[in-house]
């Protein structure tokens, strides 16, 4: 932290979907998420605040879209947006190229959780492993949503299971 201040704090994550209603439905009742703000059209203009920031984003190839805003416990923004004429399929899974790879939430109930995304359409992607087998109760497993968006779960905060030193010897 020699030039920051002090650490940003995460605001939110904006994920695209094939279809809005269909993931809202599977992250609020499968990840006990909030909806924020119901799905929702936005119209390709000029004249508003909300128009412009999109045009400046996305540029000019598009026309409407639909967004739909929830909320994890701890206040974490989950944007979800699902644009008609984009691809469809989610992209192959490829971690080893720069860009998101995953994000990754917490349950102390991991089993519980990867089963209810499996029985959503879900995958498991691996089994469920522990941090520090016979020592501490770290778990992690990767899994993808019905839309095939890969992310992680852990049983325990990012602080407490990395502080135990998982990658030390």
């Not at 045009?55 to 947006?81: K, N, P, R, Y």
């Not at 917490?106 to 522990?130: F, H, S």
């Not at 779960?153 to 030193?165: D, R």
């Amino acid at each position: 932290m020699k030039d920051a201040k002090y650490p940003r704090s995460f605001s939110h994550i904006g994920i695209t979907v094939p279809d809005i209603h269909k993931a809202v439905d599977f992250y609020q009742n499968v990840m006990g998420w909030y909806v924020v703000m119901k799905p929702s059209t936005v119209h390709k203009e000029a004249e508003t605040a909300i128009g412009q920031m999109c045009i400046d984003v996305f540029g000019h190839d598009w026309e409407t879209f639909e967004i739909a805003q929830l909320s994890t416990s701890d206040g974490i923004g989950i944007e979800l947006f699902s644009f008609p004429h984009g691809v469809k399929e989610a992209p192959e899974f490829n971690p080893f190229n720069t860009g998101l790879f995953h994000f990754c939430v917490q349950d102390p109930d991991i089993e519980g959780l990867t089963k209810k995304i499996v029985e959503a359409g879900g995958k498991q992607r691996m089994p469920i492993r522990e941090y520090y087998p016979n020592e501490k109760p770290y778990k992690m497993v990767y899994v993808q949503d019905p839309f095939g968006i890969v992310f992680e779960i852990y049983t325990h905060s990012y602080e407490l299971t990395y502080s135990s030193g998982a990658y030390q010897e």
